[in-house]
């Protein structure tokens, strides 16, 4: 396998800037580039040691430099590793990158470094997407939850489950093939109690998916509502500056504005619709029709309201397309007189915050309301969960092998054909941690992380 390498920090000015190589010719590579203060080459360190140096390229110094060394397997690729840290510079990063490379690395690919982790055993890939979770987490509660993952709490969950699933199988198969060995039959109560304990764990990982996930990559979420009720005041408020044009001519937002945002622990990619109405107007028609697009679409709809008028048609119309969604009712203009029923609302839309977008007064209100409705609130961060669709599709075909299992148990089939239902829950399960997957999944897991990591 080629010596990879790649800057480790992003990518722009900084006090310090990371190039790592990995690989079994990583250290006679980083000592082709550079040279210790103490004349000492690298390949003489031991693992876990630091040199102070420069590093230099085509005869020139480019830069100050500390190498540190970490030796097969105790590293965080198991293979030999060198980290070349500098000063934090784009151009000198870049500069020392291409001599590592002129000396025989080649360019690692997105997540090659966590790829190659998980393929020396260093991590599952519940653990590898725990790091890209804990990279990309923007809040306290996610980064818990990212980093209880990577420590191999959903890991060791699954393992467990599987273990069992594994012995229960290993007995069944043992007594179907060998019927004339004194190999004592499993009991139908027992087995019974024990697919309904897995399918119970599974339940309640599932149970956990939704919030889970929003607390690591937020929640995709659509504000929805007629021209004029203040959703742009909303998109701005959460915001935190003028994203959105707020006027008082209706139909002003014609297409979909975007913008990531914190409400609390909960990341929001947020997204500023057109008012829905009846329009004659073709642009604005297609805004409108992408405004039902995204609330289809969103884990949570904010669906805004203008209290200070009475309900109409249009807004009944709103409330008929927030049926079956994570809906949060936002009553605005909560600083005026307020006409809008709000009982009315409620019989669809339970979840219902008064608040005015101009002011924030409410937006505490919102915030509670959010975390409460995605179950975010009450979420142990050091609880196995699901956090990624590749993990929660794996978990569900394993539940439904197992309440296949289950039925072929009630339905008096022959133990063969409960311990299939039970070998396909295994395989769904080992699949979820790496053990067993294909190339194509691991590559479509590692395309997602960035170059470096």
Request: hydrophobic share 45%; charged share 25%; with cysteine.
């Amino acid at each position: 396998m080629s010596t990879i390498a790649a800057i480790s920090t992003p990518p722009s000015a900084g006090g310090i800037g990371i190039i790592r190589i990995s690989g079994e010719d990583a250290i006679p590579i980083a000592d082709r580039v550079f040279r210790a203060t103490s004349k000492r080459p690298l390949c003489a360190l031991q693992g876990y040691r630091a040199a102070h140096g420069r590093v230099f390229f085509e005869g020139r110094d480019i830069d100050e430099c500390v190498a540190l060394v970490f030796r097969s397997p105790k590293s965080y690729t198991g293979e030999d590793v060198v980290e070349l840290s500098c000063h934090g510079g784009l151009f000198l990063l870049q500069t020392v990158l291409r001599a590592v490379l002129a000396a025989g690395a080649v360019p690692a690919a997105p997540g090659e470094f966590t790829k190659r982790a998980f393929l020396n055993g260093k991590l599952d890939l519940t653990e590898a997407e725990a790091v890209m979770n804990l990279i990309g987490a923007q809040g306290e509660q996610g980064a818990k939850a990212a980093l209880s993952a990577l420590d191999g709490a959903l890991s060791k969950e699954i393992r467990a489950l599987c273990e069992k699933l594994l012995a229960l199988s290993a007995q069944l198969g043992a007594w179907v093939d060998y019927p004339d060995d004194e190999i004592e039959e499993l009991q139908t109560d027992a087995l019974s109690a024990s697919l309904q304990s897995a399918a119970q764990t599974l339940d309640t990982l599932l149970s956990r998916f939704d919030a889970g996930r929003a607390l690591t990559e937020g929640v995709e979420t659509a504000i929805i509502g007629k021209p004029n009720v203040g959703k742009s005041a909303l998109m701005n408020l959460l915001s935190g500056f003028g994203r959105s044009i707020v006027t008082d001519i209706a139909g002003t937002t014609r297409d979909v504005v975007e913008e990531t945002v914190r409400l609390g622990d909960l990341v929001l990619h947020l997204a500023d619709t057109a008012g829905i109405r009846d329009t004659s107007d073709v642009v604005e028609r297609i805004g409108v029709d992408r405004a039902k697009e995204k609330s289809v679409r969103a884990g949570l709809v904010f669906a805004v309201f203008d209290g200070a008028k009475p309900l109409d048609s249009a807004d009944l119309e709103i409330l008929s397309l927030c049926r079956g969604k994570h809906v949060i009712a936002v009553l605005n203009k909560s600083d005026l007189p307020q006409q809008a029923d709000k009982a009315v609302i409620t019989q669809v839309i339970p979840v219902c915050v008064e608040l005015c977008a101009i002011s924030g007064d409410g937006l505490q209100a919102l915030e509670q309301a959010a975390a409460e409705l995605l179950c975010v609130n009450a979420l142990d961060t050091g609880s196995a969960m699901l956090t990624t669709e590749r993990q929660r599709k794996d978990a569900e075909a394993a539940l439904a092998a197992i309440r296949e299992a289950q039925g072929a148990l009630q339905d008096g089939l022959t133990l063969d054909a409960v311990n299939v239902s039970m070998d396909d829950a295994i395989g769904h399960l080992l699949s979820l941690t790496g053990e067993r997957v294909t190339d194509a999944v691991v590559d479509e897991v590692f395309s997602r992380f960035c170059v470096g990591k």
